[in-house]
């Protein structure tokens, strides 16, 4: 799975400089090895610095934001924006053609934050459920779609795999030894939406931590 960081921006799943061979070509190499690839993409956020936001501020939900850690307010998809709509449908098509045959889409609690959109009196999970039934159309069937920072019961009908907690450490902190008992916490209280999809725990990030440490994150992992 490329994760993040290939993108140009969030909001503008194009490749950047980084990438200047392109998407469809990596995929290809990936595959070339027995792998089959996968991509990250946060669909329905938009780095308000961006051409997107500049060129199309009708396509993002009023009064509505994320604050990241890292990348700071993003802003959210307007899917009941017809031409916005059409953009989550032709990013997701463009990026399955690609060669990639699964999307690791995170962040998609902001789908359903409050505020103005294009289409009157309509909920935010509403609308969430919106943007998931265009993004799985897209994808279509052939497809996986690994839903990451969801609504759980919402996203099922629509997803391949759900992760069933936060990640399992961040770039500000490191790996540390609450997050395995935390993740745990988090797999045995939504342990019932596991037996109707499958559950993600994130990758175990063990290194730097004691052996005792990482026998626990292993046996957590297992679950």
Sequence with gaps: VIDDGWQKAWGEWFPNDK?????ESLAQDIA???????????????DPKSDLAAEHPDWLVMGAAFLH????NLRVLD??????????????????????????????F????VGGRKADNILGLEAYKIALNIIRSAAGEQTELLAVGAPGIPSVRYVDAWRVGPDIAFEQTGVNWHFIPGQA???????????????????????????????????????
């Design 19 to 23: 990438f200047s061979q392109g998407m």
């Design 32 to 46: 070339q090895e027995g792998w089959r690839p996968g991509i990250w993409l946060a669909p329905l956020l938009v």
């Design 69 to 72: 850690p890292i990348h700071g």
């Design 79 to 108: 899917v009941t924006n017809p031409e916005a709509a059409e953009h989550l449908k032709t990013t997701i098509q463009r990026i399955v053609g690609w060669g990639y045959r699964m999307l690791k889409i995170d962040f998609l």
């Design 110 to 113: 902001a789908g359903t934050f």
């Design 185 to 223: 916490r988090n797999i045995a209280a939504r342990w019932p939406v596991c037996t109707i999809t499958y559950c993600d725990g994130d990758p175990a990030l063990l290194r730097g931590l004691p052996e005792s440490e990482v026998k626990v994150g292993a046996w957590v992992a297992a679950l």
